[in-house]
């Protein structure tokens, strides 16, 4: 199967191919649904976003036109994942929130108990994902991992292909001005507003003002939806998320 289907998606050619693959392998693996997406507001339907997907209704309406996307668990598991993982495992990956367990229980009533996520991500470009969802049994889908990712990658690429995005896309937001920036990278390794104002010798005030300006310019809601937001554009790298240690 696997030199078969990536041979195929090195030569698919159009929309309707490359759905005809996803659907076959999708049924491979054992799963019901699929989506092949970049991690961007999708509401535009401007057509320069990989946008490929057969999900719940309730589900896409939830993540896509209700724009949740970057609350969602999944997408933010993306952020921290280095390569396919299984949505039963994602408690291993980042720390999952009363929220987090409320959209996994939402989504497993909609059909999505379980699933293969493959987090795909180019220089320079906005971060997009591969996944399968949705089975009747979630404990054989694990030895699925390997060929997921593979799959995933190269379904990525050619999506990307046939939108005609050789290359990164110049993103059309604003880009964060360095102070700002700087309480963003600090929010993201989990300091408060005060600690931020000590560590760059700032009023909590003034803190307070510049995320909330970072907020504004993503459309964030919270700390949380603006720091992934700030990863997911590129803003900020996954590497100063980490707390530096002293010397």
């Keep these: 199967m696997p030199e078969k289907f990536v041979g195929a ?26 989506a092949l997406i ?22 896409a309406e939830r993540l896509i036109g209700e724009a949740r996307y970057r609350r969602d668990p999944i997408i933010r598991g993306c952020v921290f994942a280095d390569s396919a993982f299984l949505w039963s495992d994602l408690h291993h990956i980042m720390d999952l929130d009363r929220r987090d367990r409320a959209s996994f229980e939402y989504g497993a009533r909609e059909g999505l108990n379980e699933g293969i996520t493959v987090p795909c991500l180019r220089l320079g470009d906005c971060m997009g994902s591969c996944t399968f969802a949705g089975t009747s049994r979630p404990e054989s889908v694990r030895p699925h991992l390997g060929l997921a990712q593979m799959f995933g990658v190269f379904a990525f690429q050619a999506a990307r292909r046939l939108l005609g995005l050789s290359g990164p896309r110049p993103s059309s937001r604003l880009v964060l001005h360095p102070r700002p920036r700087d309480c963003v990278v600090l929010a993201g390794r989990g300091l408060s507003n005060k600690e931020i104002a000590r560590a760059l010798n700032l009023t909590p005030r003034t803190v307070d003002g510049y995320l909330t300006v970072a907020r504004q310019l993503f459309g964030a809601h919270d700390r949380t939806e ?6 997911l554009a590129g803003e900020v790298g996954l590497h100063e ?7």
């Design 9 to 34: 998606l090195r030569s698919v050619s159009t929309r309707d191919e490359l759905i005809g693959l996803m659907e076959a392998v999708t049924h491979d693996f054992g799963f019901r649904y699929y």
């Design 38 to 59: 970049h991690h961007d507001d999708l509401r535009s339907g401007d057509g320069d976003r990989v946008d490929l997907k057969d999900y719940p209704a309730a589900i």
């Design 226 to 231: 603006l720091v992934v937001s700030a990863v």
């Design 241 to 247: 998320l980490k707390p530096r240690q002293p010397r």
